[in-house]
């Protein structure tokens, strides 16, 4: 691979990954944590939802964990690379 775009890769990436972390870190503190429906094939379902810890903990804590996953998923692809 191109050592450029080798670099880009791992930028990309780790943008991405400080990007997820602050999501993660904000809606920890915040205690609400911001879903983007991206169901493309019902397009009247694009609603940004909002889930609270307080009312809606199993959603909050799944929407949680899966941006801790993105977020480390990213790291891990800008430290082994493509």
Partial sequence: ???ALDLLYRLATL???IYWARKAWYGYVER???F???D???WSRWSRQEFYRDTMPIRYWMQMVGTV???L???VGA???S
């Fill in 79 to 81: 430290i082994i690379g």
């Fill in 1 to 3: 691979m191109n050592p």
């Fill in 40 to 42: 493309w094939w019902d």
């Fill in 69 to 71: 996953f993105g977020s």
């Fill in 32 to 34: 609400k944590i911001l």
């Fill in 15 to 17: 943008g991405f990954s």
């Fill in 36 to 38: 983007v429906s991206d």
């Fill in 73 to 75: 998923l990213c790291l």
